[in-house]
């Protein structure tokens, strides 16, 4: 929305798919509805991507927060787009960057912006990022100031770090069961020790293995079914030249997001071998 143009820009990055550039019809009385509140009376002027020359087109399924991200960025910089969907592998590199630079994370700082040399590293996977990096805390004469907080991947401990590591890692496969696999990511994003640790085949095999548990039960079922089904899921490459992303590779059999009770389907077959999504697997020309 540009409330002082009047303008109403319904933007999707499958517009040409769509015979009105948008393919999201109930969101249009939403926005319109919005539009009204913020300035109200008049008549607003709507447009979509078939409007707007040289507006990026979305390939595949995988990149749709990267295009909305964008979108709106260029949009409300008035910006020529300049980008397309071959460069979506560097846009959440740099995106990355940005957010740790300009993050309002307490104890921070400036450590991984992209002109310093750690953020370069990090950039090429050379150094793994930490959180809450610790910086001078102004003097107080009224009373002590706080330690700084310590980095996880410094000779420094902490309480947790006390802790053995197998310790660590049963505590870390509740962490997953609770949030499902995005906090393998978040976990290893911590810290080197955590890192070292989700991102053991036992770990990942010992937290895949506690969340079939909790939505099969194998005692109910043959025990051919069970050897077939409870076995480790591995992380294959997208055959898909223009995606070639990692994946979970479950194969057939169940299916979730690593969450505990939560079972997003079972499938006796597996439809598309070998790519991560549907969409991979068609835009592959997989039913030529």
């Known amino acids: 929305m540009k409330p002082l143009q009047k303008r109403l820009i319904f933007l999707d990055s499958l517009y040409t798919q ?8 109930p969101y249009r009385s939403i926005l319109r509805a919005v539009a009204q509140r913020l300035v109200p009376g008049g008549q607003w002027k709507e447009e979509s991507g078939l409007d707007i020359e040289g507006l990026p087109q979305q390939s595949y399924g995988i990149d749709c927060g990267v295009f909305m991200v964008m979108y709106s960025w260029y949009m409300t910089l008035d910006a020529p787009f300049d980008f397309n969907v071959l460069d979506m592998a560097y846009l959440r590199r740099w995106w990355c960057k940005v957010l740790l630079e300009n993050l309002e994370i307490e104890g921070h700082g ?9 953020g370069k590293r990090m950039g090429d996977g050379l150094l793994a990022p930490v959180f809450r990096v610790p910086r001078k805390r102004a003097l107080v004469t009224e009373a002590p100031s ?9 000779g420094e401990t902490t309480a947790i770090l006390q802790l053995p590591d197998d310790i660590i890692s049963r505590i870390f496969v509740l962490v997953v069961l609770e949030d499902g696999d995005p906090a393998i990511l978040n976990l290893a994003l911590t810290c080197q020790k955590f890192h070292s640790i989700v991102c053991q085949p036992l770990f990942l095999e010992e937290a895949h293995f506690s969340w079939l548990d909790s939505v099969v039960e ?6 051919q079914h069970r050897d077939k089904y409870r076995r480790p899921y591995t992380i294959s490459q997208c055959r898909y030249m223009l995606c070639r992303g990692l994946y979970k590779d ?3 059999g169940y299916k979730g997001n690593g969450q505990r009770g939560v079972l997003q389907g079972f499938y006796s077959t597996e439809d598309y071998p070998g790519y991560c999504s549907w969409d991979c697997f068609i835009n592959d020309g997989g039913l030529d």
């Open 18 to 25: 769509w015979e009105q550039g948008f393919g999201h019809k």
């Open 110 to 118: 400036k450590r991984f912006a992209h002109f310093t040399t750690e």
């Open 146 to 154: 706080l330690p700084a907080k310590k980095k996880c991947c410094s």
């Open 218 to 223: 194998w005692k109910s079922l043959p025990p």
């Open 250 to 252: 479950c194969g057939a």
